[in-house]
């Protein structure tokens, strides 16, 4: 669409330092991806042929054997699931989310049954498959994970994400080993994850990616990992996959986006990003009741978030007063706010157009300023603009 076209809809423009978010648009996409799909969209393609340079692109990027592009990798969860019970079954691929006599059972820990824009769990039941959390919330044991894997397992499902359970649960390389005794394939979502090569090397036997986040791709999930279980989880697309479809210029989005990655300079992108949030600590240095650190991402990837705590009695507002008056900017600047009752929040650097960092720069001095010349007592609450949000969410589309 262009620039024309765009302002024509009056779209509000937003300043995200929130992270990857579906609901914000996900990312800034690569050039290259936006040529690709503009390329192909007029073109007849052999999709089967399409996919098959795709999964080419993803075996050499994940050490995989096999590989495709799918909707999303929500969608990649739901066809990996289906894949491991149905196998090359034309006749079960049809019949799902019905499984007869399949094994359909999917063992997941209970701290990894998150919710990440949608729950999980959902993504497997959707085929027909039975979920079987084991353990608790924080922990989690061999012998859980032992005692629950028998004749109905189709498969074990890990999740890598800062969504997860930080601690007491299964490591990925000792689930996979204890899959393994017992033949269960792991399927792992890494959604969010930069590494493209290690869970594979860890002992997952098919691994699912979002194309639309780090990867700056179009919306898609890429699925890689075992030959039979990849092929198992594409011929759903004549199943239960098809509603999840992608089409070509998706596939030629995702390889656009995969060859961009390979030569993208990974120094240089962390040098950018960190000079940006050096720039946040300056500007909030020395303000009452704000601390602002740098934190580095919870699972290892090459990123670092700044993290700025609020003090309500010295700063004068609370930290959601703060990311509220910040979204309620002219241009809205969106923060990752997910523990925010806690008094803290996030800014991610990731998705930032250049010269941005400076509005969020002065944008936090301003409302910060604001806070303190005012200075009411800060007696708002968390609750209720979690209750104002879920109103809105509801309210759709007035
Ligand atoms: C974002 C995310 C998903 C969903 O990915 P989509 O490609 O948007 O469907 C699944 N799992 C985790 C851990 C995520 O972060």
Known sequence: MSEGTLDRLELDRFINVSGTMTGLGASIAHPDVARAMAGILPRFVDIGQL?????????????????????????????????????????????????????????????HQIHYGGVIGQAVRLTGARLKLIGQATSCHAHHLRAALGPETAAA???????????????????????????????????????LRGFLEQGADIVLYSGHKFLSGPTSGLVAGRRDLVRAAYLQNGGIGRGMKVGKESIAGVMAALAAWERRDPAAVLARETGYIELWIAALAGRPGIVAAAEADPTGNPLNRLRITVDPGAAKLNAWDLADALAARETPIVVRDHEIEHQYFHL?????????????????AEVLDEAVRRNAPPDTNAAARERRRIEKLLAWPD
Not at 174 to 192: G, L, Q, T, W, Y
């Open 348 to 364: 991610d650097p990731c998705n930032l157009h250049p010269g941005q960092e400076h509005e969020v720069a002065a944008a936090l």
């Open 157 to 195: 499902l890990y999740v890598v994400s800062h969504h997860v359970v930080p601690y007491g649960l299964l490591p990925l390389r000792d689930f996979a080993d204890i899959c393994h005794e017992r033949n269960v394939p792991v399927i792992v979502d890494a959604a969010s994850e930069y590494d």
């Open 51 to 111: 996919q098959r340079r795709a999964g080419e692109a993803i075996c050499r990027l994940t050490g995989a054997e096999a590989g495709f592009v799918t909707a999303s990798c929500a969608a990649g969860i739901s066809l990996a699931v289906a894949g491991a019970m149905t196998g090359a079954d034309l006749a079960a691929i049809e019949a799902l989310p019905d499984t007869g006599t399949l094994k359909s059972e999917v063992v997941l820990q209970m701290g």
